[in-house]
């Protein structure tokens, strides 16, 4: 037999940037980010040294949701631009030798979708009804939810409809908002329709998807309420098996085309057997890895979370994805300079500022970054962390667009915090990220010291800190073995060596001495005569690595 090398797929080390769009730059000055002001921005992206994007929904939606509802899985919003606009962007992304992924919402539509106009509008009875799940209500007027089941967003996932002639009617299901009708994945529509809109992004030429919320499409068909005791790995409504044909589906439409396709899961599920199933080989690729976004900041957590998460199998590195920040969750520079710096993922969003050291977080957030990119598998970074931009907590309510923060009983700002446009240049808001005047939330005044052109003329910005990383990653790192080897230097540091590469990240409080022997090309905080300080890491080489030009902790090169 001869010896065939094939070489690995583009995502298994690319680093991917999340876009989200309304927050990301504004091209034609209505306040909000769209399709021309990512294009203008292309070059930075590609300055900094991303591999490839991945763009939050541009569909057609009333964004009651962020988009995350939508109307027309095939059409983009005209707030975002148009449908030539966006093929015009993949063309010019792939010009520029970069990939984009596209996120895909296979649970829930939104309310003005015309199915769900045409189900309210037909009445009882219609059989389009049947592509959403309306059940009577509980109770001798049906007044009652038909289950116990909670919406993602706090309160019941069900809502009861009021029929054309007023009289009350059903309820739909909705496990996240009620602007969000859960879609009847037994109807053969819902499964055509989807595919229809796979092959409509990958023929326009999506590298792949970003699939929201994957395990809940499916349900227990009886609707069955929540059994007393039922452990968070059995809910009805969520992780049920036949979800995984849909995956299966997925995965044979995209490897029908040409070429070499990426799919990611949204798949938040407790335990790791459970995650495993969605990257099964005729599967998902790859699923995001929300446990280590989640986790504190120390050294046996993640040390954990990191063993955890690379596959027995020497040959396959990670299937899940590394990441420290999305837009739902707090950024991560605030939440490593808290007591508690976990993400909580129950969906409880903190109501106002808790205390905060942000010198201690954009330390932190500093190594965490060197740590992340050091791990093998494929990483996403959430746009504006390359900026060390904090979690907005002091948003006017009276601003606030996301509905997890307009909730009976939940907290004032939702997720807006980390949603807050990117500060681009000049000294006051919108600081270049519109012509306008006014971006659609408020940027703290504060962030004139953040602009990216400002980090852009500072050597230990972390803007520079990021492009060094990426620079030196891309460069060095495919040719490192895809497994790491701990090394112990003590509770308070992680160290791990991938060949002769070595990353160390110090938790404790005192400086520690790098190895000896080793030739240091990247840190991220400035070293005390080769000690690491607290809370930072650093990337070496064992002496005698053919070494790379090395590079200084401000990302300037040394011979
Ligand atoms: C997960 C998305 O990331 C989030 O923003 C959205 O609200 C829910 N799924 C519902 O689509």
């Given amino acids: 037999m001869p010896f065939r090398y094939s070489a690995p797929p583009w995502w298994r080390q690319a680093v991917f940037y ?6 990301f730059a504004d091209g034609n000055g209505d306040g909000v980010g769209d399709l021309a002001g990512l294009r203008a ?8 040294g991303v591999d490839a994007l ?11 949701d962020g988009g995350y509802d939508i109307c027309d899985h ?9 449908t030539e606009e966006a093929e015009s962007l993949l063309a010019e992304v792939h010009d520029a030798d970069l990939r984009v992924i596209l996120d895909l919402v296979p649970n829930h539509c939104s309310k003005q979708h015309p199915w769900f106009r045409q189900a309210v509008s037909e009445g009882p009875g219609s059989p389009s009804r049947d592509r959403f799940w309306f059940r009577p209500g509980k109770g001798p007027d049906g007044s009652r939810p038909p289950n116990d089941w909670p919406s993602q967003f706090g309160g019941p996932a069900w809502t009861r409809l009021t029929e054309a002639d007023g009289t009350p009617g059903p309820w739909y299901l909705h496990l996240f908002s009620h602007h969000q009708p859960d879609l009847n994945w037994n109807h053969p529509d819902i499964r055509a329709d989807f595919a229809h809109t796979v092959r409509f992004w990958l023929e326009r030429g999506a590298d792949g998807f970003r699939v929201d919320a994957a395990p809940f499409p499916v349900k227990n068909p009886s609707l069955p309420d929540i059994a007393p005791h039922a452990s968070p790995t059995q809910l009805p409504y969520r992780d049920q098996h036949q979800v995984h044909e849909i995956y299966r ?7 029908s085309y040409p070429g070499s396709h990426f799919l990611i899961g949204e798949v938040n599920l407790p335990t790791t057997a459970q995650r495993a199933r969605y990257v099964r080989t005729d599967e998902l690729h790859c699923t995001f890895n929300f446990p280590y976004l989640a986790s504190s900041w120390e050294a046996h957590k993640l040390r954990q979370i990191i063993t955890d998460s690379l596959p027995a199998d020497k ?3 990670a299937q899940a994805a590394w990441v420290l920040s999305n837009h739902d969750t707090v950024r991560h520079l605030t939440r490593y300079g808290r007591d508690d710096s976990s993400f909580h993922m129950d969906g409880t969003f903190v109501d106002g500022p808790l205390d905060t050291n942000y010198r201690t977080g954009f330390a932190r957030a500093r190594a965490a970054i060197l740590l992340t990119l050091a791990l093998p598998g494929p990483a996403f970074l959430f746009q504006g962390e390359e900026l060390g931009l904090p979690e907005v907590e002091d948003l006017p309510r009276a601003a606030v667009h996301d509905l997890a923060g307009k909730q009976p009983n939940t907290p004032a700002q939702g997720r807006d915090g980390c949603r807050v446009p990117l500060p681009w240049s000049e000294d006051t808001p919108p600081f270049g990220f519109t012509t306008n005047g006014t971006a659609w939330l408020p940027q703290p005044s504060s962030w004139h010291g953040l602009t990216a052109q400002r980090q852009e003329a500072d050597p230990a910005s972390m803007l520079r800190l990021y492009r060094a990383a990426l620079a030196w990653r891309s460069c060095h790192m495919p040719s490192l073995p895809t497994t790491l080897r701990w090394l112990d230097l003590g509770t308070n540091v992680l160290a791990f060596a991938r060949g002769a590469f070595l990353c160390l990240v110090n938790f404790g409080a005192h400086p520690i001495p790098l190895p000896h022997e080793t030739q240091v090309h990247l840190t991220s905080s400035p070293l005390e005569e080769r000690r ?7 990337w070496l080489t064992r002496s005698g690595y053919p070494a790379p030009p090395s590079l200084s902790h401000d990302g300037t090169k040394s011979s």
């Fill in 315 to 317: 040959d396959t590195p």
């Fill in 18 to 23: 999340q876009i989200y769009l309304r927050s």
């Fill in 74 to 82: 095939r059409a983009i919003d005209p707030l975002f631009g148009t």
């Fill in 249 to 255: 589906a997925l995965r044979a439409l995209t490897d």
């Fill in 532 to 538: 690491l300080p607290q809370d930072a890491s650093a």
């Fill in 41 to 48: 921005r292309l070059p930075y992206l590609k300055g900094l």
């Fill in 54 to 64: 991945w763009v939050t929904p541009w569909y057609t939606s009333p964004m009651a």
